[in-house]
């Protein structure tokens, strides 16, 4: 980790060097991830497209009776774009598949199955057994200040594994986070998704095996279902995963504002961002989740939504900057929610939380009093903010989304 007075921020967007995905910064100072996305606005995205539709041509089946592909979905993010992208334009029969990740809202299940019925797709859900669900969370909580290890490696393996089992080599993806976020690669090296990547960058080098412990009660009937296909098994059915990031110009808020207004997709407020168009199926992720990530990275999400704006040019530095300064200190809610869920008080999971948080960051001034040290961009606490005249995010919020309960398995509209 890249001591505190050595930072570098980044003279257009507000990252800085200790980005958890790694950033470089030129001779002007400004960072991979802003250089990377000025291609969108350089590349020939007729031509891409023309790419992706090469790409993709070959897996579609020739009598129409098997899946052409397969699509990870869920009640938030892009699944709503992607699959618009795979049906409409690339004129795929997918087979959708999603992990339940037990925090359901009830706007998740609501946005799912109106994408199951707008899309009239088939759909394979994932439902593992809850109680290994909470054996590895709290393993993973207590161990590397990470609640949503099993929604995140869920998330990545479900795919591969009925890829496998199915037969069905192409996995479809949105964008690649590390592009969007660091430039890690250029939209050029048609990057895809691999083993490495999600270990290193999804799971946080923890793959399903190394949860086993001696000091621990997880064992085989927990991770079992969490482990990633042998290189054997994907290379007989030629499994690849391809963005199409990075071969539509991604742009998140433009793509949700067309599905809201094509398909009905609906959003919901947070707490700690001004975007509200992601997340919106999770109890937990703006909100533990997030304040986790802020404890322990420095930055939490609305740092990720200020610099997109920055860099789609919707947003001055200055105004992401409030925004960040006014976001990142309101707090959290729903910790009884999860505690209940997890079988312990609100005041353990505040105990744990506090364990993981990074002494670069963060200085205990006196007992549970805390002090958030990062010197860049003078952040500080704001008492109100308006930047409404610059970000105008669609609010079309479900009526019946309101968040009294995990919705564990969805079938339908509640």
């Not at 980005?19 to 250089?35: A, I, K, M, N, Q």
């Not at 085989?220 to 995963?241: A, F, L, N």
């Amino acid at each position: 980790m890249i001591g505190i007075n050595k930072l570098q921020t980044c003279t257009k967007c507000l990252y800085t060097s200790d980005h958890p995905l790694g950033l470089v910064f030129d001779d002007e100072g400004v960072c991979s991830g802003c250089r990377v996305h000025e291609e969108k606005d350089l590349l020939d995205w007729n031509s891409r497209l023309d790419d992706l539709k090469s790409l993709s041509a070959p897996y579609k089946s020739k009598t129409g009776k098997n899946y052409d592909c397969i699509v990870p979905v869920s009640g938030g993010q892009d699944s709503y774009f992607i699959l618009h992208v795979v049906k409409n334009i690339l004129k795929l029969n997918p087979l959708l598949v999603s992990y339940n990740k037990y925090f359901n809202t009830r706007l998740g299940i609501r946005n799912l199955a109106n994408l199951r019925i707008k899309f009239d797709c088939d759909i394979l859900i994932k439902n593992v057994n809850p109680k290994s669900v909470k054996n590895i969370t709290r393993h993973t909580l207590r161990k590397y200040g990470n609640m949503y290890w099993p929604i995140l490696a869920g998330h990545s393996v479900f795919p591969v594994q009925v890829a496998v089992s199915h037969k069905i080599p192409l996995i479809i993806w949105g964008a690649h986070q590390g592009i969007e976020q660091v430039g890690m690669f250029s939209h050029l090296n048609d990057v895809e998704m691999s083993r490495r990547y999600r270990k290193d960058h999804d799971l946080f080098g923890v793959e399903a095996d190394g949860l086993l412990d001696i000091f621990d009660n997880l064992n085989e009937e927990d991770v079992w279902q969490y482990r990633y296909p042998s290189d054997t098994d994907i290379h007989e059915v030629g499994v690849r995963g391809i963005y199409i990031g990075n071969y539509i110009r991604w742009d998140p808020k433009a793509q949700h504002e067309k599905m809201i207004r094509m398909y009905d997709y609906r959003t919901d407020k947070f707490t700690r961002t001004f975007d509200k168009y992601d997340y919106v199926d999770c109890f937990n992720y703006m909100q533990i989740h997030d304040q986790l990530k802020y404890y322990k990275c420095g930055f939490s999400k609305v740092t990720d939504h200020a610099c997109r704006e920055i860099r789609h040019g919707r947003i001055t530095r200055s105004d992401a900057l409030n925004a960040v300064n006014y976001y990142s200190n309101l707090g959290f809610d729903n910790i009884e929610l999860f505690a209940a869920w997890l079988g312990t008080t609100s005041n353990s999971i505040k105990f744990v939380m506090d364990m993981h948080r990074n002494p670069i960051y963060w200085n205990e001034r006196s007992p549970q009093v805390w002090e958030y040290t990062k010197p860049e961009n003078n952040l500080h606490s704001i008492d109100s903010l308006d930047i409404s005249d610059e970000l105008d995010f669609l609010d079309n919020s479900y009526e019946g989304s309101n968040k009294e309960k995990y919705i564990t398995i969805g079938k339908g509209y509640p």
